[in-house]
């Protein structure tokens, strides 16, 4: 929109006008109130009452959605930040459909029915923003990962099926975590005072922070591939001797330090933190092909249930080294003994 010109209108104030496109788009006349915050690199942003209030309420019209597309609509609504969703149909809305919102319902934190017509449901969500902080989120979402990579490793080793169900159990924790955490970012994202509310300073962060989350909700992935191959598997283990088996364990808590030190270095913007990140990854980059190089000759069927572990665990690290990459980045964002910004 260009430069605009600093006036003096008294002996301490300084003001400019508002460009009139802006003020035109945004339903700004005079006399309403704006937010004025200050951000990073000295900047301010201007936000207008109607943008704090926000777009927080949505109508899905089901009528030419099957049930899956219904739910995805309530997953992507919740996501945008709405704060009551509709869901309705030109007849009454068939059990398909109902049963679409009650599984979303399930799904998604702070989400309830509130009302319900045979032609119509509304549901609400409770979610406030000051009630959570990305970094403590972050956090929770990779010790979730790690919770169940742990268990479903340790219920590898000792066969035991209904510590690889616990683990899966807790999958669904794992994604309420990350749908939340896609809430709150896409929040703050259009009303840049939301930031501070939700742990940040400025709103730079949030496109790392949403990599970050999804590579978090990945590890937790490869974590259920492993749970889901142990109750898969024929006497719910692998085909290994107990020497292979404890090198797959060591491997584990390896790939649990990486994940829990690359997001501690997403959240305090440490530089130093992801350079021994990088070496903790170097350390183990090669060890599912070396575990995978000393097996002995087996049937392909078990050899192939060894591969997907380890390849689950391999890549689990590599997500976190992509955290760790992330971090770099926010941490050179950032005044530091590494960097000066002016």
């Known amino acids: 929109m260009g430069t605009r010109k600093v006036q003096q209108l008294g002996p301490s104030t300084l003001a400019m006008t508002l460009p009139a496109e802006w003020a035109r788009s945004q339903d700004v006349v005079k006399g309403d109130e704006v937010t004025v915050r200050e951000g990073g690199r000295g900047s301010l942003t201007v936000t207008p009452a109607s943008a704090r209030q926000g777009e927080t309420e949505a109508t899905i019209h089901a009528t030419d959605f099957d049930a899956d597309a219904v739910e995805r609509a309530i997953v992507g609504q919740y996501v945008l930040g709405r704060r009551i969703i509709h869901v309705e149909s030109e007849a009454a809305l068939d059990s398909a459909h109902i049963n679409a919102v009650y599984s979303a319902e399930t799904q998604l934190m702070g989400l309830g029915v509130v009302e319900e017509t045979p032609a119509r449901i509304t549901i609400r969500c409770s979610v406030d923003p000051a009630d959570f902080d990305l970094n403590n989120l972050l956090e929770r979402l990779e010790n979730t990962g790690s919770t169940m990579r742990g268990e479903a490793v340790k219920a590898l080793a000792h066969g035991n099926p209904d510590l690889a169900q616990r683990a899966l159990n807790r999958e669904r924790q794992a994604n309420k975590i990350f749908v939340l955490l896609l809430r709150l970012i896409f929040t703050a994202y259009h009303d840049p005072g939301l930031a501070r509310t939700v742990g940040l ?106 591969r997907e572990v380890l390849v689950s665990l391999q890549q689990s690290a590599q997500y976190s080294m992509r955290n760790a990459e992330i971090a770099a980045n926010l941490a050179l964002n950032e005044q530091s003994a590494h960097t000066t910004l002016t």
């Open 201 to 306: 300073d400025e709103g730079f962060p949030l496109v790392g922070y949403r990599s970050v989350a999804k590579n978090l909700e990945l590890v937790a992935d490869n974590a259920e591939d492993i749970a889901e191959i142990v109750m898969a598997t024929d006497g719910h283990t692998l085909d290994v001797d107990q020497a292979t088996m404890r090198r797959i364990r060591e491997f584990t808590d390896a790939v649990d330090d990486v994940a829990a030190s690359a997001v501690s270095a997403a959240v305090n913007r440490d530089y130093d933190a992801t350079v021994a990140v990088r070496e903790q990854f170097s350390a183990i980059e090669d060890r599912e092909a070396d575990i995978l190089a000393d097996l002995p000759e087996m049937n392909n069927a078990d050899l192939l249930e060894a």
